[in-house]
């Protein structure tokens, strides 16, 4: 056998662990699913062919659908820029060289590995409308604070507020980014004069356009997923769906209702979202990211 | 060399370890291995659980055939759980499942339709003896699925002290729910900013109140949903004005600060937040466990002064079901019959003692267990007169009656909140329900 036959060989035998459990358990029902959607399925008696009936009657028929899309678009929409403004404003605070700059660091990234579930419960605490910490800490000032889960504007705004809780992830990325800037662009610049604003928007953010890129598209995906939170923090959509989030009422469909099919058709339109908006932020890339 | 060395141990060490820890069996959950396992899952957590797993070893030490190996499966997940478990192959022999989820899983073909197990003589007595509302809950389609280990069913709990602070007396108690709710209004304490620090009464639970006003949302004789009727209309004109003048946000503010828990003693009635609440039966036991000395009177929701219907209400709560695919079927009827009392009835009565629940035949009320338990919370009576009631009536019989109550649970959200009227929201609900049957239709289901 040839050597590079060989290597690759050993290459694809050290990662056929994750490749048969990509295939078994992702690619497989993955396309599964796509038949699965033209069916009525309940997952013990055998799928039955409809046609295309359930993509008919969800974008026909159902209202909640609507509304579950509605709600997910408008929190990707307000969270995702929100989630890199955020995520760049840390990363650039936490890029100085001051005392303690690694605990700082540390103190930022640590909610990001709380597991969610737990995060979630926490903020059912602090989000309490007479005992919770936020307004408790308004009362001082003379606030009445918002009913926050339990009414329907504020829990969609406050699981927007919690959703930049885990924003250290990216934040380190984003500061990885910013160690990755050549050191002699702002030499030049601060030699040609620029200030420390001109700085930031002609050497810092270009040169840290790919980071950014990457982050909005993993943030795009992650918005439209949006699930666990939601369904910990408001299981049934809150206040007047409020915060029926897109893949809640896929979930609520497929194991409260055994609509599988129904759920299947609702995931293929959520997938053909998520890749149609990919697409486009890779399209736009040209304008804005630049590489080196 | 050295560092190989090193290498080499801590690999050798890593996989002693991995062995080691591999090679524990786990501890066994048999405390009679050489009997016919029955493997039994159940809602309940915390002190419940134990309530139940002392059931299950009373019945494991009742005969010498079956151990029943109960397994606490919390949460609202329960129904997906047990239809993973049924795809999985490896299902309980017995669960204990909200009716609410019966129709669904039973239309699904997951259960066993429980006269394949009954004998005669229990299917007899099933049919005869038992309390027609709590018989049918568990009913779908002309077959039994589910038989009740307790039933929940919801009244009123008023507060003796509250009351006499009023110089009220709970015998004088109002006849109607008008007065009920007037004199909760009396009984709301505020603060300096009139934040709500104790609610009088509130009136809730549409999908339990409607009895009170009409039939609820069935009408048996053409065998179709009744949603949108006059009166379920009149009981939701009623709630939402109710929760009006209180205060929707008031309301919002003063539950969301509330203990919610529902076996650390700290219900809110218990604590004096609620002068007068509407809960389920359970509450006495608790009440019994946490507050011996409480002054406390259950009442049956009185009807409207108009055209209502005294003792109205619905049942839910836990029934046992038998997956298609469970492979010990024989022994988990043996201890459906243990529980609900098809065999000992005195030991079936401290079943539904021990929890606080309503038994499935009158005549275990009639036990000396029973009476005896009675005696130590007389107010658990109440809830057995209602069951009695030709107004306590069972949920629809529909496939799709978890999508049914929520749609229900939304009718009252949206017309308490003031998003729709009371009219409108039920013209919703109706137009929601009725769209959900089309598609059903047209997916090619039979309901």
């Given at each position: 056998m040839k050597p590079g036959r060989k290597n690759n060989l050993t290459g694809y035998l050290f990662i056929a662990p994750w490749l048969i459990g990509f295939f078994v358990f992702t690619f497989v029902p993955f396309l599964q699913s796509i038949y699965l959607s033209f069916t009525r399925y309940n997952i013990i008696t055998p799928p039955k062919w409809v046609g295309f009936a359930n993509y008919q009657m969800l974008l026909t028929q159902d209202e909640l659908f609507w509304k579950s899309a509605l709600v997910t678009v408008k929190f990707a929409v307000i969270h995702v820029p929100l989630a890199v403004v955020v995520g760049v404003c840390l990363a650039l605070l936490l890029n100085r060289e001051v005392k303690g700059i690694a605990a700082y660091r540390t103190i930022f990234f640590l909610p990001s590995i709380v597991p969610t579930v737990a995060t979630s419960v926490v903020f059912l605490w602090i989000l309490n409308p007479t005992t919770g910490l936020i307004n408790n800490l308004l009362r001082n000032f003379g606030i009445q604070g918002p009913a926050w889960l339990n009414d329907p504007f504020w829990a969609f705004w406050a699981l927007v507020i919690m959703s930049l809780w885990g924003v250290g992830g990216s934040m380190v990325i984003y500061l990885a980014g910013l160690k990755d800037i050549p050191i002699h662009l702002y030499e030049a610049a601060i030699i040609d004069g620029a200030s420390p604003a001109k700085r930031l928007r002609h050497v810092t953010l270009p040169m840290l356009s790919p980071v950014i890129f990457f982050n909005l598209v993993m943030g795009v995906i992650g918005a439209f997923q949006y699930f666990t939170q939601a369904f910990v923090m408001?299981?049934?959509?809150g206040p007047q769906d409020s915060t029926l989030f897109y893949s809640l009422y896929l979930f609520n469909r497929a194991w409260k209702y055994y609509d599988m099919g129904y759920a299947s058709a609702m995931a293929w339109i959520l997938f053909l979202i998520v890749v149609t908006l990919t697409a486009i932020v890779f399209r736009s890339q040209k304008k804005w990211v630049h590489y080196g | 060399m050295v560092k190989n060395l090193k290498w080499v141990a801590f690999l050798l060490l890593a996989l002693g370890f991995g062995a080691f820890v591999f090679s524990q069996k786990p501890p066994s959950q048999r405390k009679y291995p050489d009997r016919i396992e029955v493997r039994f899952w159940h809602r309940w957590g915390g002190e419940w659980a134990k309530v139940v797993a002392d059931i299950a070893e009373r019945y494991n030490q009742s005969q010498t055939k079956y151990e029943v190996v109960p397994l606490s499966i919390p949460g609202s997940g329960a129904d997906s759980k047990l239809t993973l478990g049924i795809i999985g192959g490896n299902p309980p022999d017995v669960m204990s499942m909200w009716n609410g989820a019966i129709p669904s899983l039973a239309s699904n073909g997951l259960l066993t339709p429980l006269e394949e197990v009954m004998p005669p003589e229990d299917q007899t007595r099933f049919m005869n003896d038992s309390y027609p509302v709590i018989r049918d809950s568990g009913r779908f389609d002309g077959k039994t699925y589910g038989v009740t280990i307790g039933s929940d069913l919801y009244a009123l709990y008023v507060n003796e002290e509250h009351l006499k602070e009023l110089g009220l007396n709970v015998d004088d108690f109002p006849k109607t729910l008008e007065g009920v709710c007037e004199l909760g209004n009396r009984l709301n304490k505020t603060d300096a900013n009139g934040n709500l620090t104790r609610l009088g009464f509130l009136l809730n639970s549409f999908s339990f109140v409607a009895y009170n006003f009409g039939p609820g949302f069935y009408d048996p004789v053409s065998d179709s949903l009744s949603l949108n009727t006059a009166e379920n209309l009149r009981a939701l004109e009623f709630i939402t004005e109710e929760r009006r003048k209180i205060g929707f946000e008031r309301v919002t503010r003063f539950q969301a600060g509330l203990n919610t828990g529902s076996d650390t003693g700290g219900w809110p009635f218990i604590t004096g937040d609620l002068s007068i609440t509407i809960d389920g039966q359970w509450r006495v036991e608790e009440i019994r466990k946490y507050r011996p000395d409480m002054k406390y009177r259950v009442i049956p929701i009185p009807p409207p002064a108009t055209n209502g219907r005294a003792m109205g209400g619905t049942i839910s709560g836990n029934f046992m079901v038998i997956p298609t695919s469970a492979k010990q079927k024989e022994g988990a009827w043996d201890f459906i019959r243990f529980w609900s009392g098809f065999a000992d009835k005195e030991a079936s009565a401290r079943c539904f003692n021990d929890g606080g629940w309503l038994p499935l035949f009158p005549d275990l009320v009639e036990t000396k267990t029973f009476q005896a338990w009675l005696k130590q919370g007389p107010e658990f009576q109440g809830f057995i007169d209602i069951l009695s009631s030709e107004n306590c009536l069972p949920m629809p019989p529909v496939p799709y009656l978890q999508f049914l109550n929520d749609q229900i649970g939304r009718a009252e959200d949206q017309a308490v909140r003031g998003t729709l009227s009371p009219k409108a929201a039920l013209e919703k609900l109706r137009y929601t329900v009725a769209e959900e049957q089309r598609k059903r239709k047209s997916l090619g289901y039979e309901e």
């Open positions: 408001t299981p049934n959509g | -």
